[in-house]
């Protein structure tokens, strides 16, 4: 069993910047790739940023591209998503996720069959 846990969730100003964390734990194997999904209230979750493991190849959703960085640390155990300029509509709980994708690029959120509990930002004046 792999178990994730993100921190870094908060509050800040729009424009403001943020840098969430997930660190793996438990299982050795958990998959080929590691993603951030956020989920506004009332609305279904979306992936925002991906990241194989091996490779280090990354991608994002078109509303974070340029803003949001997915990276991950020398061990492949922790995975960071440096969020930039961001934006009232960036509030969402941020929830982080691993699994075994047959496809490139791993957007869909069927790949990934294990999750965290969620992180909240909340972007605001």
């Known amino acids: 069993q792999v178990e994730l846990v993100e921190s870094g969730g908060g509050s800040v100003q729009p424009g403001g910047s943020l840098r969430l964390s997930c660190t793996a734990s438990?299982?050795?194997?958990?998959?080929?790739?590691m993603a951030w999904f956020r989920q506004h209230p009332g609305k279904e979750r979306e992936g925002v940023a991906f990241?194989?493991?091996?490779?280090?190849?990354?991608y994002y959703a078109d509303s974070v591209k340029g803003r949001f960085t997915i990276s991950q640390d020398n061990a492949k155990t922790t995975v960071y998503l440096q969020m930039n300029g961001l934006k009232p509509e960036d509030t969402a709980m941020y929830y982080c996720?691993?699994?075994?994708?047959?496809?490139?690029?791993?957007?869909?959120?069927?790949?990934?069959?294990?999750w965290g509990q969620g992180t909240r930002v909340t972007v605001s004046s």
């Open positions: 990241i194989f493991i091996k490779s280090g190849k990354t």
């Open positions: 438990g299982a050795t194997y958990r998959g080929n790739c």
């Open positions: 996720a691993a699994g075994n994708s047959l496809v490139d690029p791993p957007l869909d959120s069927r790949w990934y069959s294990y």
